[in-house]
């Protein structure tokens, strides 16, 4: 469902991706793993389609269309979501009406049934719930005055209504503390099923303990280096990055 | 001879015309009508005026009256009183007492010509209901008329009143409203703009807090061809609280122009404003914010906050907050900013796949949403929701002005 061939990416024009190759199937699980600086939240923006984000060579493939070609908003409308590394606060604006406008666009596009107020607000809290997340949470402004956690549960949140094809996280597991990161990575099991594509990007392997991959990628300096399966994970907790990117690193 | 000149003898001449006493005669003769150069019009360009917007309505009726937001419904038409329903303890008349604190030409040219309105309310009453005073005007050719309301809070009386304007055609509205608190009253005030963008509007807000007492204001604005507020507020006895809030929102070639002044004139007084602006467009508009604490006024606690998105390049917002303090003893905090939508913010919208527009237009809502939600009263924010959203929208809303 998505097929990155030879992507070459630039952030405000410097070039950050440098010939990326990388192909998620329906059902499949793959984490991106790599030091710092390497390009993983690169890749999930130039995907999602940030703005100063750009495609200089190669293609993105997302259902044999090309991203480059897709607004942000039709990429999600196609079944593409990210999970914000970091989540913007949006004072003013409702997280209930967020989600209104936001899954009456998807699903319209998508051809799925309307949800009418009260179904969406059942449904809403019912997915507050399963990440631990309080339904008042719904009145509140968009991520307004949320701790860290309650962002990236926020996001998970968000995720589990938008039922996308492909899911990005991006470093969802940075400043999660333990109970929390459980309570994430079950939210995302959830989501696991033989159509969907899930792409995780971590610097850590920890995430990985509980959400299992099936193929792991280590990314360096903008081109994947090295996949293997979940064990690679493990052998890059023991090792660091250091001995495949021939650098120093403590991961 | 200058357009400040001619609107002067053509305000002079129509005072004469009208009868008006001698001493309202030589005020406006001592009076000076803005010249381009005067400091306090610069941002407004009388230029609109220059076709006969001075002359007497003749012609032109009001096609799409206001919704009635309220029981108590107040009507006036080109400044004439043409209906009332009022509750128990609010007496209408027209005995007005003496305005303080008038300032600009056009208010002293309202004063000269003006039949006042003034609701009266009784000491220790409480008005339940809002008083919904609606001024219209209508107009086919350039033409003004001039309103002038005055709301009289006795000793301990309780009200809100809702001033709220529409215009038609080509309709310049030249009016004056003054709110006046005895001791111990309470007043929450609106100030609600449904004028067609190709009328003109100067109006004038005298807040005239004689008492001890409390004063919450609204102010919803859209730009028109022309529309000039000046707001001045006298706080005036010792414990009195005053709080304005308002939205003001330009788009296309719209025009505001706000000059907010409250005035400290005694110890131990609050004040808070807080006002959000958004331009869109080629609209244009200024906040011009003065807070003036005089001598002896010690213990002063002011506020002032004037938030402005621009939606695009081509949009103008001039804000500046003027403080005038003559005292060591008083707290007094400004701000003013001028921004854009936050681009970040935009993304994040629509990588949940809200369209670009649709997501430009819930930001820029939830930009003045702070102060949408703050509004007390439910039928007033039922009007001002979709109001507003029309606005953000660039569409009429239902029921209310057509273009």
């Known amino acids: ?3 990155i061939r030879d992507l070459h990416a630039t952030v405000a024009d410097k070039p950050i991706l440098k010939g990326l190759n990388l192909t998620v199937n329906p059902g499949e699980v793959h984490a991106i793993m790599g030091p710092n600086g390497s390009g993983k939240s690169t890749l999930a923006n130039v995907l999602a389609g940030r703005d100063n984000y750009e495609i200089t060579g190669g293609d993105a493939l997302f ?7 897709m607004e942000p908003e039709e990429r999600a409308q196609a079944g593409l979501f990210l999970a914000f590394q970091y989540p913007v606060e949006i004072p003013g604006v409702s997280n209930m009406e967020f989600l209104k406008a936001a899954l009456e666009s998807v699903r319209k596009a998508q051809g799925k049934e309307e949800w009418d107020s009260v179904t969406l607000l059942r449904q809403a809290r019912a997915a507050c719930k399963q990440v631990d997340l ?11 005055g949320f701790s860290g956690g309650e962002k990236k549960r926020n996001e998970i949140m968000q995720m589990l209504l938008m039922e996308p094809k492909l899911a990005l996280l991006d470093e969802t597991d940075s400043g999660l503390d333990i109970d929390a990161l459980q309570t994430v990575a079950k939210g995302v099991n959830s989501l696991r099923n033989p159509e969907r594509g899930i792409v995780l990007v971590t610097h850590y392997q920890r995430l990985l303990d509980y959400i299992v991959p099936d193929f792991v990628h280590v990314l360096s300096n903008g081109q994947i280096i090295k996949s293997g399966g979940k064990e690679l994970a493990l052998e890059l907790e023991q090792k660091g990055y250091g001995w495949l990117t021939g650098e120093e690193e403590s991961a | 001879m200058s357009l400040a000149l001619e609107l002067k003898t053509q305000a ?4 004469r015309r009208h009868g008006s006493e001698s001493e309202a005669l ?50 006036l038409t080109n400044g004439e009183l043409t209906g009332s329903t009022l509750p128990d303890g609010v007496n209408l008349h027209h005995d007005a007492p003496a305005v303080n604190g008038l300032e600009t030409p056009f208010a002293i040219y309202n004063g000269a010509v003006a039949r006042p309105v003034v609701l009266e309310v009784a000491a220790n009453t409480r008005i339940e209901q809002p008083l919904h005073i609606q001024i219209q005007a209508a107009s ?4 003004h008329c001039n309103p002038r309301v005055i709301v009289k809070l006795n000793t301990g009386a309780e009200a809100t009143v809702i001033e709220h304007y529409h215009a038609e055609g080509q309709a310049l509205t030249n009016a004056v409203t003054a709110l006046i608190t005895a001791d111990n009253a309470q007043l929450t005030h609106y100030r609600l703009q449904g004028e067609e963008a190709g009328t003109l509007h100067i109006g004038t807000v005298i807040v005239d807090q004689q008492g001890v007492s409390k004063v919450d204001s609204y102010q919803l604005m859209t730009g028109n061809r022309l529309r000039r507020n000046d707001v001045r507020a006298l706080v005036g006895k010792s414990g009195a609280e005053l709080n304005m809030k308002g939205i003001f929102v330009v788009r296309d070639k719209s025009h505001v122009d706000n000059q907010m002044c ?4 005694v110890p131990h007084c609050e004040s808070d404003q807080n006002f959000k602006g958004l331009a869109g467009e080629s609209g244009k508009a200024v906040f011009n914010g003065r807070i003036h604490i005089h001598p002896g006024a010690s213990g002063t606690n002011a506020e002032l906050s004037n938030k402005n998105l621009l939606l695009n390049p081509g949009a103008e917002i001039n804000t500046k907050p003027e403080l005038e303090i003559y005292n060591d003893d008083v707290k007094c905090a400004h701000g003013t900013t001028v921004g854009q939508l936050d681009a970040g913010q935009q993304f994040y919208l629509q990588s949940r796949g809200i369209p670009a527009a649709q997501a430009k237009r819930m930001l820029s809502l939830g930009f003045v949403n702070e102060l949408l939600m703050a509004l007390p009263h439910q039928q007033v924010a039922e009007w001002a929701t979709p109001w507003l959203e029309a606005e953000l929208t660039h569409k009429q809303p239902a029921g209310d002005t057509a273009a």
Request: net charge negative; charged share 25%; no cysteine.
């Open chain 2, 262 to 265: 409250v005035e400290h004139m």
């Open chain 2, 12 to 15: 002079l001449a129509n005072a």
């Open chain 1, 63 to 69: 259902e044999g269309k090309s991203l480059a070609d």
């Open chain 2, 26 to 75: 030589e005020a406006l003769e001592a009076a000076s009508f803005p010249e381009r150069k005067t400091e306090r019009w610069k941002y407004t360009s009388l230029q609109a005026l220059a076709d006969g917007h001075l002359d007497g309505i003749t012609s032109g009726e009001v096609s799409q009256p206001l919704p009635a937001l309220s029981e108590f419904v107040v009507t």
């Open chain 1, 134 to 144: 309080d339904a008042g949470f719904l009145k509140r402004g968009v991520n307004e």
């Open chain 1, 1 to 3: 469902m998505l097929e």
């Open chain 2, 140 to 143: 086919e050719a350039p033409a």
